[in-house]
């Protein structure tokens, strides 16, 4: 078993993940895992269909686990394989792979903890991105939350603009490195 603490940046789209698990990487002297998904839309001229999900899964587990074999104590994800089951059941509704779920369900409990960022960032407008009203803000905080207590996973919330959201995610991370 790893004694490499996982600790996933985890929200909706637009709340400053990959910021944040640049910075944490750097902060710490640890890798970081990039969101495959991003990658794979680039490559593919922005067209993404329901028989790309495993395709996408296996890219970010693979992210994922070279993050995890590079590290000394940490290492960051800036999304998730469970993430990535919300986002298929949001935008594919009944596509995702049942082996992907299984498996999001597993790597899930490996996680040492989320960041669970908060949607009070202002919105950046990207063609990947699919809810900048309010009404879909407030329902991805809702359904990513409740992704984490359902499922019992430790959480910490991070919240705040810029400096103020880096030291509450950094707290987090040193809490857990020191326990």
């Given amino acids: 078993m790893s004694t490499v603490k996982q600790i996933a940046l985890f929200g909706m789209e637009s709340t400053g993940k990959t910021v944040l698990a640049e910075r944490l990487a750097a902060h710490f002297g640890e890798p970081w895992s990039p969101e495959f998904v991003r990658e794979f839309w680039d490559l593919h001229n922005a067209t993404i269909t329901a028989a ?33 089951v919300l986002w298929d059941d949001l935008l594919f509704p009944g596509s995702c792979p049942p082996w992907v779920r299984e498996e999001a369900e597993r790597r899930a409990r490996e996680v040492t903890l989320y960041l669970l960022c908060d949607t009070d960032l202002p919105w950046a407008p990207d063609p990947q991105r699919s809810f900048p009203d309010e009404a879909g803000r407030a329902m991805g905080r809702k359904l990513w939350r ?7 996973l430790p959480f910490a919330e991070v919240y705040g603009v810029g400096a103020e959201r880096e030291a509450r995610a950094i707290a987090a991370v040193e809490r857990v490195l020191a326990g």
């Fill in 146 to 152: 409740d992704a984490l207590e359902s499922r019992g």
């Fill in 52 to 84: 790309d999900l495993g395709t996408i899964a296996l890219g970010q587990m693979a992210n994922e686990d070279r993050a995890v074999a590079a590290a000394r104590r940490a290492a960051f994800f800036d999304t998730t394989l469970l993430t990535c």
